[in-house]
């Protein structure tokens, strides 16, 4: 079974510095999606980031990029210009690609505070 | 266009009372996802429907516990009997395909509170 971990409980970031989250994963496959999930307090889940691990180039959005490491498992997110906005909870998550595996494996989230 | 509705949106129940978390996916999603998420924990799969079919039910616990989406009307995630192990937040997400989680939208989830 596929495992993903983060094993940063918390993180803190100066507004307008850059701060990077961990994630690594444990999987035998090879081909699979990796997703980066922001929890506000209002408790939704919105997707950050997604990349496909066939994939070399790694995944951007605005303020939001990877470090995608296949060899090494690894899958961090670097979050720049942090803005107040940002602070919320982060689950890293996969997804295999495989033909009947949707579903979404979380790790236990890293709660991101930004301070002034 | 309406997000994922779930309702309620908080839901409190004693032990042995039945427990009923509604989902109404986005317009036009016919895949509905339960996830579970226990305090200061990730969510953790429990059950894939399509429209009147279970697809994948795998992370739902054996007795208990029991989900639907009929042809009309919203999923129901359904827990008889609740214990306090049950407290947790579920959340529905809904996709209009099955492979593609880059369409894969939240809701904000039911807290369940066992007293």
């Known amino acids: 079974a596929q495992t993903v971990t983060q094993s940063q409980p918390e993180m803190s970031v100066q507004e307008a510095e850059t701060v990077t989250l961990s994630c690594t994963y444990d999987t035998s496959e090879s081909d699979y999606y990796l997703f980066w999930y922001k929890q506000p307090p209002s408790r939704q889940m919105i997707l950050v980031i997604r990349?496909?691990?066939?994939?070399?180039q790694n995944a951007t959005e605005n303020r939001f990029s990877v470090n995608f490491q296949k060899a090494a498992k690894s899958f961090s997110l670097k979050i720049s210009d942090s803005q107040l906005g940002d602070a919320a909870m982060y689950f890293c998550a996969y997804r295999s690609a495989s033909g009947t595996a949707s579903k979404l494996t979380f790790g236990t989230g890293t709660r991101l505070q930004v301070t002034l | 266009n309406a997000g994922v509705m779930q309702n309620p949106r908080h839901l409190v129940r004693r032990r042995g009372q039945e427990a009923r978390l509604r989902c109404s996916p986005m317009k036009g999603h016919s895949h509905v996802y339960w996830y579970r998420q226990l305090p200061e924990e990730g969510l953790k799969f429990m059950v894939y429907l399509q429209k009147e079919n279970i697809i994948d039910e795998s992370g739902m616990p054996k007795e208990r516990f029991s989900a639907e989406f009929p042809k009309e009307g919203p999923s129901i995630l359904r827990i008889q009997q609740v214990v306090r192990g049950d407290s947790a937040a579920y959340f529905c997400?809904?996709?209009?395909?099955?492979?593609?989680?880059?369409?894969?939208?939240f809701g904000s989830g039911t807290q369940l509170s066992v007293l």
């Open positions: 990349q496909e691990a066939y994939k070399q």
């Open positions: 997400a809904s996709s209009p395909v099955r492979q593609d989680n880059e369409k894969l939208f």
